[in-house]
């Protein structure tokens, strides 16, 4: 593959967005800890308890002054990557109003679910003493369920439009595929992804009745019935090896470890944080700091998981479409036109890409094509 103008601007992308999620990542980091270890959390817990007697309310107050100053930290790095950076590379179609909007609707879902998350957590901890983060595990498990299932009918609509594609020709050939790659499917719908970007891309969305074939205009609008093809199979792959429940077992573990070490670290002594105890909301700091260092720790471990989970629904297109060209075809449009860096750093690509790099899917099926010909 020759290295164009192209592949050097999509690495400059690549590089700025790791900077920028790095310099995020250890600003908020260090927050949390200043927050946890100077007292700040103590004295916002009292200021809540002396607004309320009732523990709850204190709980959701905490939560939204301690969301409040997290926000407007981070809210800097989320301009620059999410605007800036966008409009520098050419890659983005948001004007400031937009971006505006979409933040504030970004915000409310998170109050919302992140206020009802906090609320059901330490409700547990009041209710079950030494069984909770057991309790706490499986609750935030099936809530990742129920959010899987309904976010593509719920959610998605907050931030873009679905509109049943026109094209009937397109729409049959994509049902049989379904069909052939044993997917029930409750629609295919066009998303107006074009209103904040330049980037296309597809996927098969929810579970169950809610589970629907989703392509945006900016591929709709350029892409050949034969690339959509290899990109609808591709995500049928992902159906077919059940793949969102298998990153759903990797989060439940996750929240299991991330819950027991903080129930662990209780267990060795609250008082040197100044809490009262389990229930304390002052702790609130602590978990996301561990889960966060859990979350960190096995990256490289879930990222590996999620290419060979890749590697599958690749096989699984050719497999159903047995056309490597337009599979070739596809990754070359959708690397030019999303910005991908090729072929990225193979450190890089272990510690921080949940997908093989475009090349070496682009060699894989193409491996996988020459194999059926002999």
Same mark, same amino acid.
């Given at each position: ?13 690549? $590089? ?17 800890? #200043? ?27 905490? *939560? ?8 407007? +930290? ?8 999410? $605007? ?9 179609? =948001? ?5 505006? #909007? ?8 998170? !109050? ?52 049943? %594609? ?5 729409? @049959? ?6 069909? =052939? ?8 719908? /066009? ?12 996927? +098969? ?14 591929? +709709? ?6 690339? %959509? ?6 995500? +049928? ?27 662990? !670290? ?6 040197? *944080? ?12 602590? *978990? ?14 879930? @990222? /590996? ?27 070359? =449009? ?10 990225? @750093?193979?450190?890089?690509? $272990? ?9 070496? =899917? ?13």
């Amino acid at each position: 593959m020759t290295f164009s103008e192209t592949d050097g601007k999509a690495k400059k992308y690549a $590089f700025e967005g790791r900077i920028l999620t790095v310099t995020t990542l250890v600003t908020e980091t260090a927050f949390l800890v #200043w927050f946890l270890f100077s007292g700040a959390s103590i004295l916002v817990r009292d200021y809540c308890l002396l607004l309320t007697a009732n523990y709850y309310a204190a709980v959701f107050g905490y *939560f939204l002054l301690f969301f409040g100053i997290l926000e407007a +930290l981070s809210l800097p790095f989320s301009f620059v990557s999410g $605007f800036l950076v966008e409009h520098r590379y050419g890659q983005s179609n =948001r004007t400031f109003g937009g971006w505006c #909007w979409d933040e504030i609707k970004g915000v409310a879902v998170s !109050i919302i679910l992140g206020g009802i998350s906090v609320e059901v957590l330490y409700l547990i901890i009041k209710k079950s003493s030494s069984a909770w983060w057991i309790i706490a595990s499986l609750v935030f498990t099936f809530f990742s369920v129920i959010l899987a299932r309904l976010a593509p009918v719920l959610l998605m609509p907050l931030f873009y439009k679905f509109t049943p %594609i026109e094209d009937e020709c397109l729409k @049959n050939r994509l049902l049989e595929l379904a069909r =052939r790659g044993g997917a029930e499917v409750n629609g295919i719908f /066009s998303m107006n992804l074009s209103k904040t970007t330049k980037a296309a891309n597809a996927a +098969l969305m929810g579970l169950g009745k809610t589970r629907r074939i989703v392509i945006s205009d900016t591929m +709709l609008s350029s892409y050949t019935p034969d690339e %959509i093809e290899a990109v609808i199979a591709h995500e +049928l792959g992902h159906q077919k090896g059940r793949h969102l429940l298998k990153m759903l077992l990797w989060q439940t573990v996750l929240i299991f470890i991330s819950f027991k070490l903080i129930d662990a !670290i209780f267990a060795s002594g609250s008082s040197k *944080f100044g809490f009262t105890g389990m229930s304390d909301i002052a702790s609130l700091p602590l *978990f996301i700091l561990i889960a966060s260092f859990v979350s960190l720790v096995t990256l490289p471990a879930i @990222n /590996s998981f999620s290419r060979s989970l890749e590697r599958y629904s690749d096989r699984f297109a050719f497999s159903l479409t047995a056309n490597a060209e337009a599979f070739r075809m596809l990754m070359e =449009r959708l690397a030019e036109q999303n910005l991908a860096d090729k072929n990225p @750093n193979g450190l890089i690509e $272990f510690a921080f890409h949940s997908h093989p790099s475009i090349a070496k =899917r682009i060699d894989y099926v193409s491996k996988l094509s020459k194999d059926k010909k002999e």
